[in-house]
C-alpha cells in the first residue's frame, strides 16, 4: 500500500529529503574559499615576478654605470658598460627580455644608463599581466675628474 501512494507525495518526499542532506556542503564551501585563496595566491606570484624584474632591471643599469664611471675615456665608458649590461642580463634570461642597454654619455661629465624595452614576467604563466608600459629604468651618473 506504500507504493500505491500518489507521485507528487512521494517526490515531496524526495524533496524535503535532497533540502535536508548537507553531505556535499563542505565540498561547495571549500570550492568557493579555495577558489579566492588560489587568486590571492596567483596575484601575489604574479606582482613578485614583476617586482623582482624591476629589481633585476635596476641592477643592470648600477653594474653598467659603475663600469662606465671606471672608464677611461667616453669610448671606453660606452663599450664596457655595455659589455657588462649585456652579462647582466643574460643572467636574468628567463625574467627579463627585449633589454637593450643604453649609454649616453652627455656634457659635464653626466653619463646616462639605461635599459630601453624590457619585457618583465615569466613566459610560462600567461595569465600574468604586461606591465611593458612601465617607464624604462635609467639612472644618471655624475663623473668628476678628481684632478680638477
Do not use: K
Amino acid at each position: 500500500m506504500a507504493n500505491m501512494c500518489h507521485p507528487r507525495l512521494r517526490e515531496t518526499g524526495y524533496v524535503r529529503n535532497f533540502l535536508r542532506d548537507r553531505r556535499g556542503t563542505v565540498a561547495i564551501e571549500f570550492a568557493m574559499v579555495a577558489s579566492l585563496f588560489l587568486m590571492l595566491l596567483f596575484g601575489i606570484i604574479a606582482f613578485g615576478f614583476q617586482f623582482a624584474g624591476r629589481i633585476a632591471l635596476s641592477y643592470v643599469v648600477a653594474e653598467g654605470g659603475r663600469a662606465c664611471v671606471a672608464a677611461l675615456s667616453e669610448g671606453e665608458c660606452v663599450s664596457a658598460a655595455t659589455a657588462v649590461m649585456n652579462d647582466a642580463l643574460a643572467g636574468y634570461s628567463g625574467l627579463v627580455t627585449n633589454a637593450t642597454p643604453a649609454i649616453t654619455p652627455g656634457t659635464n661629465g653626466r653619463i646616462v644608463v639605461s635599459v630601453i624595452g624590457a619585457n618583465v614576467g615569466l613566459p610560462v604563466l600567461p595569465f600574468v599581466p604586461d606591465l611593458s608600459n612601465l617607464p624604462d629604468v635609467s639612472t644618471t651618473f655624475i663623473v668628476t675628474d678628481p684632478l680638477g
